[in-house]
């Protein structure tokens, strides 16, 4: 790698699969909104666009998540990212997020800002991200073609106007490409997640692979659907099954073909703590932070 970019992904845990092993990271979750519904989501959980599924994640102001950050990166010294993930979409929730950034950008500079988003208010938001020093930005793109977005989102706001259908689908999808494309001339970091979602854009996720590392992503990171019935349903129906670990890793490979593949996503909660895969967020609860004052 460029020495740039070594020295912006060896302390990244989920940019780099070496630094996962020793370098930590943590959630704060002061997103709540979404300016998007996505089949999979039943929206009192957190986002997939990063996180599980089906969990509730603790919900904080700017202030609470500055002070949780703080009291974090004193406990645990290998934390090196601070992410916002959700639970609804970050940029949906400009004033929250952008607040904490702020404030944390002054407080704490030596954390690097992570941020994660479904890419509708990317273009917009790109001058913003670029001001807090964010070199790492996951956009979710679980299609480039209108016809499969139409399956996978039933609407998204725009414009104060709730647009469906495959109108949505291509709105979102455009500012998704134009917003990778912005972030990536400015040498900020893109890692594309998407959602394998059997039947529905598996196949088609070989393409989204291939267009979005043309556009410049650094890394593309293919999760399961997690379908349990008390997450809620796909299409309104029961029943869509995720993938098999099989399917998965099949899709995985087709894709490393032409592009760096993270492997190693656990797809952690908007509140997660600590390194990938050890949640420690019941540990720094604002409860316990409070006490620890
Ligand atoms: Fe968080 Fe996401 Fe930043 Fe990482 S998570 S905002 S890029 S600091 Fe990482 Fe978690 Fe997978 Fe996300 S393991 S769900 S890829
Ligand atoms: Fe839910 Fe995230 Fe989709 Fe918004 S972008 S509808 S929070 S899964």
């Not at 950008?105 to 938001?125: F, M, R, W, Y």
């Not at 917003?179 to 040498?187: F, K, P, S």
Request: net charge negative; aromatic share 6%.
């Amino acid at each position: 790698l460029p020495d740039e970019i070594r020295d912006k992904v060896y302390n990244h845990p989920c940019y780099s699969e070496q630094a996962h092993h020793y370098f930590a990271r943590m959630h704060v979750a002061v997103a709540p909104a979404c300016n998007i519904q996505c089949h999979y989501c039943n929206r009192k959980y957190d986002c997939s666009n990063e996180s599980r599924p089906g969990v509730v994640s603790e919900l904080l102001t700017p202030d609470q998540a500055v002070k949780k950050t703080l009291a974090v990166a004193a406990n645990i010294p290998q934390m090196t990212v601070l992410g916002i993930a959700g639970p609804g979409d970050p940029l949906a929730n400009p004033e929250r997020t952008f607040a904490t950034f702020r404030m944390l950008s002054e407080q704490a500079p030596d954390i690097k800002l992570c941020v994660s988003t479904n890419g509708l208010a990317l273009p917009e938001s790109v001058d913003e991200l670029a001001k807090h020093n964010i070199d790492h930005v996951t956009i979710t793109i679980n299609a480039v073609d209108p016809d499969v977005g139409a399956k996978i989102y039933p609407w998204i706001f725009w414009e104060n106007k709730r647009i469906k259908g495959r109108e949505a689908a291509a709105i979102l999808i455009e500012q998704q490409q134009k917003g990778l494309q912005m972030l990536t001339e400015r040498g900020i970091l893109v890692k594309v997640n998407s959602v394998m979602i059997p039947g529905v854009n598996d196949e088609h996720l070989k393409e989204v692979s291939r267009i979005v590392k043309s556009k410049g992503a650094f890394l593309h990171n293919v999760m399961p659907l997690i379908s349990e019935a008390e997450h809620g349903t796909f299409f309104g129906l029961m029943g869509q099954r995720g993938p098999e670990p099989e399917e998965l890793q099949n899709l995985q490979d087709a894709c490393a073909g032409d592009m760096n593949m993270m492997r190693h996503c656990r797809q952690c909660r908007a509140d997660a703590v600590g390194l990938l895969g050890e949640d420690r967020g019941e540990e720094f609860t604002l409860d316990k932070i409070e006490a620890m004052e």
